[in-house]
């Protein structure tokens, strides 16, 4: 991140962000949202536009009035932003959201991918949180166990 608050998006994530968005157009920044969330939340969870559709859709299927859709509501809706990536492949990190994830200007940010959505972190944060609980889980799983029989079976293909 640079003295402004501009942090370069990894080419890889750009390419989602890019397929991610129904008005992107070849020469044109693609949009995404950016969700800090609530208090609880330490890092940036980045949607392209048809994952946070989704979301809203998702939400919009819920009972009106009801508790869960109202926090929901207020975490992607309130406690999000829309943002560009800009020609050079960046973004800028508002005072707000380097203010949430703790990381500075004129310093690092992580990023990690998970399909349409990305997280930011300062890495520091990553290490002593996100990692930590990762390494208790598995530290928790039987030593000869693969991490890949964590993943579903594949559904059968109909013939």
């Known amino acids: 991140m640079d003295k402004k608050g501009r942090v370069s998006i990894p080419a890889s994530f750009r390419r989602v962000l890019e397929a991610g968005d129904p008005a992107w157009e070849p020469g044109q920044n693609p949009e995404f949202v950016i969700v800090y969330g609530d208090h609880r939340r330490n890092f940036l969870e980045c ?6 559709e989704e979301v809203e859709d998702q939400i919009d299927d819920m009972p009106r009035g009801s508790p869960e859709r109202r926090i929901l509501e207020n975490i992607f809706t309130g406690l999000s932003v829309t943002a560009t990536v800009d ?12 203010d949430k994830i703790g990381v500075p200007l004129d310093s690092e940010a992580f990023f990690i991918a998970s399909g349409d959505t990305f997280q930011v972190w300062n890495p520091e944060t990553y290490n002593e949180v996100e990692r930590a609980r990762v390494d208790e889980y598995l530290d928790a799983l039987p030593a000869d166990v693969d991490p890949l029989t964590l993943l579903p079976e594949k559904r059968k293909r109909e013939e």
């Open 87 to 98: 020609e050079t492949g960046r973004i800028v990190l508002t005072q707000l959201l380097r």
């Open 47 to 52: 949607y392209t536009m048809v994952a946070i």
